[in-house]
């Protein structure tokens, strides 16, 4: 089945310690977006490519980077994770143009101790 | 510009009984908008969809939707509730113009509970 995976399912990190998200997509969409979720809240738009076009939110800290070497894989990097980076971090894809739906990754639970 | 205001924070039902989730949109654009639920700890799945053809909308698991343009809205309705219902529920709306990237705006969500 075509779909959007994410690893890992949890990840723990020190403050301050450089992390690495990973997302994969097997539906060969043009457009993968990022996502912060913090409990009970509505998921934060942080990035999201257009092909190879990087397109930052304007509230998104520095300290969050993306990269995208090719269509099916797209990684989030958090330099120097804080305490209020724990979250919930979600990876979506859609086709692009014509209003099309974002199909969802599972996510991954990000702990900062 | 565009905005989603989902009405209900929590939505209380009982087992059987119909749901309604409410949710109110603007938008400048023909948007087309979208209801996907989450169960704990899982990501987004799409229930259902509006993009400017039928407004009475069917969707996964009995869900339904219908688009009231002239009361910028899309509640989200299941006749008869089930415990596995029990989730949270986002509205979204996306649109734009240009390349093609439509913007896409998330309701704040509402939690609805089903009791047995």
């Known amino acids: 089945d075509a779909m959007v995976i994410q690893n890992p399912r949890y990840q723990v990190t020190q403050f301050g310690k450089p992390v690495t998200l990973s997302c994969s997509q097997t539906?060969?969409?043009?457009?993968m977006y990022w996502y912060q979720q913090k409990s009970s809240q509505a998921p934060k738009l942080l990035f999201h490519?257009?092909?190879?076009?990087?397109?930052n939110e304007a509230d998104t800290p520095d300290n969050f980077q993306s990269r995208r070497p090719n269509t099916s894989f797209c990684f989030l990097d958090i330099r120097s994770p804080g305490l209020g980076d724990a979250a919930m971090y979600l990876c979506?894809?859609?086709?692009?143009?014509?209003?099309?739906?974002?199909?969802f990754g599972p996510g991954t639970r990000l702990t900062v101790t | 510009a565009q905005s989603v205001t989902q009405l209900d924070s929590h939505v209380s039902v009982s087992e059987g009984t119909p749901v309604l989730l409410r949710c109110n949109y603007s938008?400048?654009?023909?948007?087309?908008l979208f209801w996907y639920v989450q169960h704990p700890n899982k990501g987004l799945q799409l229930l259902l969809k509006?993009?400017?053809?039928?407004?009475l909308v069917k969707g996964i698991n009995g869900f339904e939707a219908e688009f009231k343009k002239s009361e910028t809205s899309f509640h989200l309705t299941k006749p008869s509730a089930h415990m596995s219902d029990a989730a949270e529920y986002f509205c979204?709306?996306?649109?734009?113009?240009?390349?093609?990237?439509?913007?896409?705006?998330f309701g704040t969500g509402t939690k609805l509970q089903v009791i047995p």
């Open positions: 979506a894809t859609s086709r692009g143009g014509d209003l099309r739906e974002q199909y």
């Open positions: 539906l060969n969409h043009n457009v």
């Open positions: 490519y257009y092909d190879k076009d990087f397109n």
């Open positions: 938008s400048s654009y023909s948007p087309s």
């Open positions: 509006y993009t400017s053809a039928a407004t």
């Open positions: 979204v709306v996306s649109g734009g113009v240009g390349r093609g990237y439509q913007k896409v705006t």
